[in-house]
């Protein structure tokens, strides 16, 4: 499969534990993005990556969560301090220069 | 700053029936409009891409329109079937510098009977 992956599809953690989400987009493609997904809504930009340098990160991305691209591949998503208001679906997506975005199946988050 | 709205929130039809899906999105600056399908507890999956500049795109039962002045796309499915039954999601592409983000409405959520 070809398609861009996420690992892992469900994570449950304490409140307050640290939890880090993995991305791998499609392999030729220089830009990834993450979105977050909560019940009965459309999926929300969080922050964007033009190979390995963040390029914008939306206010809903507070302190406690970090991302990073080394290398310009995969990607990982740190959130620290989890609380619940964390649940949700964390979802990357990927694409070719300005071209239609390819997503992966998503990361579950429970936090109880 | 762009608000993407889709009507109705939920659609249940009878197999067989056609039926249309919209979307308004409140500025008419978007590069691109894109539909998404998605499956319960699920990632999406890309249906149809509109570019700015198109009026329409067809993928088999598949129609999408788009009317940048009026901020309106609609996407019309065909002869519905049972397996078309998911959440369907709008998202307008706006660019920000290198950024093509996507904003997206809160989707319908389609049940076909069989």
């Known amino acids: 499969d070809t398609g861009v992956s996420q690992d892992p599809r469900h994570k449950i953690t304490k409140r307050g534990q640290n939890v880090t989400f993995r991305c791998d987009p499609i392999?030729?493609?220089?830009?990834l993005y993450w979105y977050r997904q909560t019940l009965g809504q459309g999926p929300e930009f969080l922050t964007y990556?033009?190979?390995?340098?963040?390029?914008?990160k939306s206010r809903l991305l507070s302190d406690r969560f970090s991302a990073e691209r080394p290398k310009g591949s995969f990607s990982t998503l740190e959130i620290q301090r989890t609380e619940q208001g964390d649940s949700a679906m964390y979802l990357c997506?990927?694409?070719?220069?300005?071209?239609?975005?390819?997503f992966g199946p998503g990361t579950r988050l429970t936090v109880t | 700053k762009q608000e993407v709205t889709q009507i109705p929130a939920a659609l249940s039809v009878p197999e067989g029936e056609n039926l249309v899906l919209n979307c308004s999105f409140t500025?008419?600056?978007?590069?691109?409009l894109q539909w998404f399908r998605q499956d319960p507890g699920k990632g999406l999956t890309s249906l149809l891409l509109i570019q700015s500049s198109q009026r329409e795109q067809t993928s088999g039962r598949l129609n999408a329109s788009l009317d940048k002045s009026s901020g309106r796309s609609t996407l019309y499915i065909a002869a519905s079937q049972p397996g078309d039954s998911a959440t369907y999601l709008c998202a307008v592409i706006t660019r920000g510098g290198s950024n093509y983000k996507l904003t997206f409405g809160k989707g319908t959520l389609l049940t076909v009977n069989p």
């Open positions: 990556f033009q190979n390995e340098a963040q390029l914008e």
């Open positions: 997506a990927s694409s070719l220069r300005q071209d239609e975005q390819y």
């Open positions: 392999s030729e493609h220089n830009r």
């Open positions: 500025d008419s600056a978007i590069y691109n």
